[in-house]
């Protein structure tokens, strides 16, 4: 019972959340806090907080700390089956069925076509992490690590691991 | 060997990604195109687009199609692993024995240095894109579609999924008169 309580409460914020991990954020919430009542919304808060606080994709360090909260080591599984199977699965299946056709001149089109939306994509995302950056770092810090960590990466080519530990460094010690 | 080198690659992605699944874009790019070269810029671009196109977590669809895609089945399992395991085992760990880390200011002004550095590597890789539109399309075509995209996904608000959607069918379905397909 209480695994397929798990199962439903991260499935449903995973086929519906739109726009990643973070996206679902607030769903998983409606579940875990108001459907069912597994913690009160200070510790979600809380449990948020640290999750953010660490590397890695958010929705699935959720489920698998609920998970693993309310039943054990196979709660934790559940929960993260529930947040990764059903997108995956769709995903394999659509660009399997793309790969088929990929030297059709349809395909070559889609590719192209969609290429400016998903630049698009990509610098809306990085507006919006300068201006967290702006907001918690302020703009001298943000100046500082935009400006050195594109002259390492792109100037110097230093693997990008290294720039983010370097980073890490930093915030560590200038950001308190 | 491929095994390991997925795990690798994605224990990386995941390790290093600050600020949720979506940060981890440009660094799988980095793993996948640039290290292993996996897929070329094409398919990589592809696959980004239809992982930003269905819901879900990004990292793990983008995780499980490439492990899926090189490895096969066994390929997806192990850069699932890589991807959720580390962080979801760090994170138990914290959360039930070390309470008080996430009042540590030091922490929160560690993961907030990684942002802006996240962000350069989102507007490197929108250059990329824009320079790489090129191929296929020709200068008026790039620039109607970016204002178009700002002007929606930006602006109006519209949901990116269906405008991805939109621009596929009519590649798909705008008929074939015209022989440029390879047009500058």
Known sequence: ?176 | MIYWQLFLAFFRVGILGYGGGPSSIPLVEKEVVKQYKWMDDEEFGNTLALANSLPGPIATKLAGYIGYRVGGWLGMISALIATIIPTVVLLIILFYFVDALSDQPWLSGMTTAVIPVVGVMLAVMTIDFIKKSRNGLKGWQIIALLAASVLLIELLHIHPAFLILALLLFALVKPEKRKEEEGA
Do not use: C
Not at chain 1, 30 to 38: A, F, I, L, P, T
Not at chain 1, 47 to 60: C, E, V, W, Y
Not at chain 1, 161 to 171: C, D, M, Q
């Open chain 1, 1 to 176: 019972m209480i695994y397929w309580q798990i199962f439903l409460a991260f499935f449903i914020p995973g086929v519906v959340g739109y726009g990643g991990g973070p996206a679902t954020i607030p769903l998983i919430e409606n579940e875990v806090v108001d459907r069912y009542g597994w913690m009160t919304t200070a510790d979600y808060s809380q449990m948020l907080a640290l999750a953010n606080a660490l590397p890695g994709p958010i929705a699935t360090k959720l489920a698998g700390v609920i998970g693993f909260q309310q039943a054990g080591v196979l709660g934790a599984v559940i929960g993260l089956f529930a947040t990764v199977a059903p997108s995956l699965i769709l995903m394999i299946g659509l660009l399997s069925l793309l790969a088929k056709f990929k030297d059709s001149p349809r395909v070559k089109r889609m590719t192209a076509y969609i290429r400016p939306t998903i630049a698009v994509l990509l610098a809306g995302m990085a507006v919006s992490f300068f201006h967290t950056s702006y907001q918690s770092a302020g703009w001298l810090h943000t100046i500082i690590l935009v400006v050195a960590s594109y002259l390492l990466m792109e100037r110097w080519k230093v693997h990008p691991a290294f720039v983010i530990l370097g980073a890490l460094v930093y915030g560590a010690v200038f950001l308190v």
